[in-house]
């Protein structure tokens, strides 16, 4: 077992046919293989892309957040930006530092579930990945919501959030490629 991943390829793709999974995989552009009863996928998308109608430069990419070292990275966001929960956020920071430090050299980045690299498999520095958490965090905008409130964005545009949340909520997904 993996704590560190949400959910298993069973759950993700609601399925236990390997080759429904694997049809899948390559319709996405995922190259697939397994090993034992372990789902190793790897894609190739690039760190940024032009919008295509404002022309505009975008970082398009979850290298930050699928990267070993963006779970604790995130608690440490949390810690720097947020001033709440500040003992509960240096703890989850602690544990899934030493967590993933563990893991990975247990494991290797072969089984890792959260490796990412550049192209051509060597690692990218965490610095730079920083670097887009922290570019990120900066520009981001909080504000409480209210009851009826509704968000439409523009993923080419808008990162959306990843914060914790609690309490009744509707999330209705349209998603369209133009």
């Known amino acids: 077992m993996d704590p560190s991943r949400h959910k298993s390829w069973k759950d993700v793709f609601n399925t236990t046919d390997k080759d429904e999974i694997e049809r899948r995989c390559k319709s996405?552009?995922?190259?697939c293989r397994w090993t034992d009863n372990f789902l190793h996928l790897e894609n190739e998308r690039p760190a940024?892309?032009?919008h295509p109608i404002t022309r505009r430069k975008a970082w398009f990419n979850q290298a930050h957040n699928f990267h070993t070292s963006?779970?604790?990275a995130e608690?440490?966001?949390?810690?720097?930006?947020?001033?709440r929960?500040?003992?509960r956020n240096l703890f989850m920071l602690v544990f899934a530092f030493i967590f993933s430090t563990i893991k990975f050299f247990m494991l290797g980045r072969e089984k890792d579930s959260?490796?990412?690299s550049f192209r051509d498999g060597t690692s990218i520095p965490l610095n730079e990945l920083q670097t887009v958490r922290?570019?990120?965090?900066k520009n981001m905008k909080i504000f409480p919501w209210q009851r009826g409130d509704i968000i439409l964005i523009d993923n080419l545009s808008?990162?959306?959030g990843r914060l914790p949340f609690s309490g009744p909520r509707s999330i209705v997904v349209c998603m369209s490629k133009d």
């Open 158 to 160: 808008v990162s959306h």
């Open 114 to 116: 959260n490796y990412c």
């Open 85 to 87: 929960d500040r003992l």
């Open 28 to 31: 996405e552009e995922y190259t």
């Open 70 to 72: 963006g779970q604790y």
């Open 134 to 137: 922290n570019t990120i965090w």
């Open 75 to 83: 608690y440490w966001q949390f810690l720097k930006y947020l001033g």
């Open 48 to 50: 940024v892309i032009t």
